[in-house]
């Protein structure tokens, strides 16, 4: 099957070890996805092999949405820890890179383990996407550091948006330590581009915390999926997602 360009917003056993070992979720957090039974009322992914995969509806489409994010994220930092501009970088921008290069990849794998534990192999998303960052210079500071914002910034609302969809108490709540993380993410690259931890507009600015409120934005699936650039190259749909 041919393979189309849609817009996205958006292991082996001693990698998992690694992963449960390093991950800022922890053994606990692994624990409360372990022990949930398989949902048995989540409609199973459209799996005509004729079209693109679909994502599913209820827990089981959340999880394959933010398995998708994740696997983007940890794929973006992955090239830009293995780029010209990441090494010759000034040693606190590179730790902070690097440390967003590890919370990204054990997001990715904690997702992996989840779907595998919970829900039957054949109706989890593919673990090798396909991407598309021809439109990113990892050579250069600039373009690296605008793409980390915009994928940390819509990761954000991402899963603030997807939170009303969960239906199971104990992903809810990884959920929410994962998209705590994510915002920390969005904080320190603005502060990495703004090049000054008082430039508040740009910490914390109105673009992306609404003033009247003091909440962060939360978008729906369709529109983060619509909205990140045309990263992931393997097609997929979202259709029983809002």
Not at 18 to 38: I, Q, V
Not at 44 to 56: A, E, H, I, K, T
Not at 137 to 164: C, I, M, P, W
Not at 194 to 204: C, E, N, P, V, W
Request: overall charge negative; aromatic content about 10%; some cysteine.
């Amino acid at each position: 099957m041919e393979r189309k360009k849609i817009a996205v917003a958006t292991i082996n056993g001693s990698e998992r070890r690694k992963f449960l070992k390093m991950s800022g979720l922890g053994l606990a957090g692994a624990t409360l996805f372990y022990a949930c039974e398989k949902s048995q009322t989540d409609e199973m992914p459209d799996l005509d092999m004729d079209g693109p995969f679909d994502l599913g509806e209820g827990d089981l489409g959340v999880l394959n949405y933010a398995y998708a994010l994740e696997q983007l994220e940890a794929e973006f930092y992955t090239r830009v820890v293995n780029g010209s501009y990441w090494s010759g970088a000034a040693a606190e921008e590179k730790n902070v890179l690097q440390a967003l290069y590890n919370h990204e990849v054990n997001h990715r794998e904690f997702f992996k383990a989840a779907l595998t534990a919970n829900f039957d192999g054949d109706v989890v998303l593919p673990e090798n996407l396909e991407f598309d960052f021809n439109s990113v210079d990892f050579n250069n500071r600039d373009s690296v550091l605008t793409t980390a914002q915009l994928l940390e910034d819509t990761g954000v609302q991402a899963y603030n948006g997807a939170g009303k969809l969960i239906q199971t108490g104990a992903y809810l709540v990884i959920a929410g330590k994962i998209v705590s993380v994510e915002a920390r993410h969005a904080a320190a690259i603005r502060s990495i581009r703004g090049g000054d931890m008082d430039d508040f507009a740009l910490f914390a600015g109105d673009d992306i915390v609404d003033p009247t409120t003091g909440l962060d934005k939360a978008e729906n699936p369709s529109v983060i999926l619509a909205a990140a650039g045309g990263f992931i190259v393997t097609p997929f749909t979202a259709n029983k997602l809002p």
